[in-house]
Nanobody, 123 residues
Framework: QVRLVESGGGLVQAGGSLRLSCAAS????????MGWFRQAPGEEREFVAL????????YYRDSVKGRFTISRDNAKNTVYLQMNSLKPEDTAAYYC????????????????WGQGTQVTVSS
């Protein structure tokens, strides 16, 4: 079956960096667009970044532009989220998701989800 497993979360001070990874199995990874979403307690799940199947196209929510970078390695079936200049408002559980069709920013468009990894940014 399809599995997406996130890792790399943790506790970091404001201004610090983390690199999240999402390892995929059970699917032809190179044919899937990938997205990162996040959800803070009591909040809706929100889009963070997406990348096309070949890495040629990326898109970010405004609040992370210039700080976060999404990338992928199709040989390793892995998508990454490099997060720099972290802020307390970035604190959330971060989820990766996969989608076969055209990419979008709505969580409802994605077919498969990981279990999430917690990112906590202290001030």
């Amino acid at each position: 079956q399809v599995r997406l497993v996130e890792s790399g979360g943790g506790l970091v001070q404001a201004g610090g960096s983390l690199r999240l990874s999402c390892a995929a199995s059970g699917l032809t990874f190179s044919t899937y667009g990938m997205g990162w979403f996040r959800q803070a307690p009591g909040e809706e799940r929100e889009f963070v970044a997406l990348i096309s199947w070949n890495g040629a196209s990326t898109y970010y929510r405004d609040s992370v532009k210039g700080r976060f970078t999404i990338s992928r390695d199709n040989a390793k079936n892995t998508v990454y989220l490099q997060m720099n200049s972290l802020k307390p408002e970035d604190t959330a559980a971060y989820y990766c998701a996969a989608r076969t069709a055209a990419l979008g920013t709505s969580a409802s468009l994605y077919d498969y989800w990981g279990q999430g990894t917690q990112v906590t940014v202290s001030s």
